[in-house]
């Protein structure tokens, strides 16, 4: 437990200092916009069909407006990213921790 706590803190540091001067960042984006994507992950899609009509229209826009900035080559200006990684509200994770204690209580039932 002691290492995990360790490794959290320091895995936390990292994303401080990476985030901000990160490509994500510089065309727009939140954490979880490119954290939690359907590519890697197949409970993102359920998750993301359960959060609010607001926040998935904001998360489509910014992803909209990063392929364009990306296709210009340009970059988000400074007023419009999400610098601050550590006062964000993760607005995915729940949806996703939920979906996934969903699946695995359904594979406990299965396997009982």
Excluded at 46 to 62: C, E, G, V, W
């Amino acid at each position: 437990k002691q290492w995990y706590q360790r490794r959290v803190a320091i895995t936390a540091g990292i994303i401080k200092f990476y985030y901000p001067r990160s490509v994500q960042c510089e065309l727009g984006l939140r954490f979880d916009d490119w954290y939690y994507n359907q590519a890697t992950d197949k409970n993102v899609g359920t998750a993301l069909s359960r959060i609010d009509d607001i926040d998935l229209q904001l998360r489509n826009f910014r992803g909209l407006r990063a392929s364009q900035l990306a296709i210009e080559r340009t970059v988000c200006p400074e007023a419009e990213r999400w610098e601050e990684v550590v006062g964000e509200v993760r607005y995915v994770k729940p949806w996703i921790e939920q979906v996934r204690k969903e699946k695995a209580e359904a594979d406990a039932w299965d396997n009982y």
